[in-house]
Structure formats: C-alpha cells, structure tokens
C-alpha cells in the first residue's frame, strides 16, 4: 500500500524557511514521481513542485523558482522540500503526492492534482 506522510510544516514569518519532508512507504522512490501541491484557503490546489523518482529531473511552479528546491533521498525513501523565502500567500496545506512512473510520460509537467496517492497534508502558515 502506498502511504506518504508528510512533515515539517510550522508558523514561520515572511522570508524565513521551512523544509517539508514526505516519507514514502509501500513503493521505491525510483518507480515514481513525487510532487507537491498547496492548498491556500479558499483557493484551489496548485502545483508547487515535483521530482521525478527514475532521473531526478524536476519542475517548479514559475513563482517558487529559485526559492524552492524538492530533493530525495533513496536510502529514506523521503522526498524533502526546501522553501526559502517564504511569503504570506503562500500559506496553506502542503500535500505530498505520488504517482507511478509511465514511460514517455512526462508526469513532473502534467497536473500534479491528477496523482493517485496523496499524503494528509502538513500546514504552513506564513506571517507577515
């Protein structure tokens, strides 16, 4: 069973940092592309950033470029999300989410809302 636990939100003032760690058990990091979504209040869910698990290759939503960086780490089975620079819009829930590799298919760049696995999320609030 594929489960994804998130963690490492907290209150953090506007420009400080936070890393967003999600565990990943029932599949190997390889076989999948892990991103991550926000979920401000009242807003819909945007794709923040994702990695994919088989050449690391990666994608960042325009407005997170050079502040966030997603890593992962095989021997934990854990995909972290460094964010610096934070801002006060972009408080929300964060979820981790999953979904199996398909070759010639390019996950990282579809809607990361369409993965099937999801985390329960971990709350980010940024104060300004």
């Known amino acids: 069973e594929v489960q994804l636990v998130e963690s490492g939100g907290d209150l953090v003032q506007a420009g400080g940092s936070l890393r967003l760690s999600c565990a990943a058990s029932?599949?190997?990091?390889?076989?999948?592309?892990i991103g991550w979504l926000r979920q401000a209040p009242g807003k819909k869910r945007d794709g923040v950033s994702c990695i994919t698990g088989s050449d690391g290759g990666t994608y960042y939503a325009d407005s997170v470029k050079g502040r966030f960086t997603i890593s992962r780490d095989n021997a934990k089975n854990t995909v972290y999300l460094q964010m610096n620079g934070l801002k006060p819009d972009e408080t929300g829930v964060y979820y981790c989410v999953a979904e199996r590799l398909t070759y010639g298919v390019p996950l990282c760049f579809t809607p990361l809302t369409n993965f099937r696995s999801w985390g329960q999320g971990t709350q980010v609030t940024v104060s300004s």
């Open positions: 029932g599949f190997t990091l390889n076989d999948y592309a």
